[in-house]
């Protein structure tokens, strides 16, 4: 079974741009979180979509949105970006059904994305 | 607010040895704890899982021990190879949490031939 993929892997912006970043989960997998990774915060979570429907999300801006499409596929997007937002995100999935939390996430090799 | 907490930013074994990675929560609401293995510049690899039903799950090379009273878990790594270098997360989730993972500041792992 093919495991998570993440695109693009590498972003460079300049400041006031937006970004679009895409994951495509494990088949069959419906649940798909997304995090970011800073050397100061560490893993943080952004958000969660299950079935189109955002269920949980983090304490982030909103700057930070998110999509899910019927095929489970996510979108995230940020827009007017700030140096800060410099970071590796990181898409989820996992095979978690609409209770419990019980579930392993397997993460992409996530996107590097760099604000100039 | 660090609700999971991984004291020791790195730790140094001989191949061959016992790797020990500890980590620490707070919040008394977790029911599932993992363990993660990352390489720099790479998504978080799963290693080992444990519900809060069970004090101890074993995988191969891979132990992780879990007390509830305490609230601490640990990994166990026997025998430690030099390809087990990298950084361990540990990371917690809630019921009430769907989705999210609460993870820790990572250990770094180095194993010395």
């Known amino acids: 079974k093919a495991g998570v993929t993440q695109t693009p892997r590498y972003l460079i912006k300049t400041r006031g741009q937006q970004v679009t970043l895409s994951c495509s989960p494990i088949?069959?997998?419906?649940?798909v979180s997304w995090y970011q990774q800073t050397p100061g915060q560490g893993l943080q979570f952004l958000f969660e979509?299950?079935?189109?429907?955002?269920?949980n999300k983090g304490n982030f801006p909103g700057r930070f949105s998110g999509r899910q499409f019927s095929n489970s596929r996510s979108e995230m997007n940020v827009s007017t970006l700030e140096l800060g937002d410099s970071a590796l995100y990181l898409c989820a999935s996992s095979s978690r059904t609409s209770g419990g939390n019980q579930e392993t996430q397997y993460f992409g090799p996530g996107t590097r994305l760099l604000v100039l | 607010d660090q609700q999971v907490k991984q004291n020791s930013p790195s730790l140094s074994v001989q191949e061959g040895r016992i790797s020990i990675l500890n980590c620490d929560y707070t919040n008394s609401m977790f029911d599932y704890f993992l363990w993660y293995k990352k390489y720099p510049a790479e998504g978080p690899t799963f290693l080992i899982s444990?519900?809060?039903?069970?004090d101890k799950n074993e995988d191969g090379r891979f132990t992780v021990f879990l007390n509830k009273s305490a609230k601490h878990l640990s990994l166990h790594i026997v025998p430690s190879q030099p390809g087990d270098s990298a950084v361990y997360f540990c990371?917690?989730?809630?019921?009430?949490?769907?989705?999210?993972?609460?993870f820790g500041q990572g250990t770094t792992l180095q194993v010395k031939p």
């Open positions: 444990i519900s809060s039903i069970k």
């Open positions: 990371a917690a989730s809630a019921p009430s949490n769907t989705g999210k993972l609460i």
């Open positions: 979509y299950f079935s189109e429907t955002q269920r």
């Open positions: 088949s069959g997998h419906r649940s």
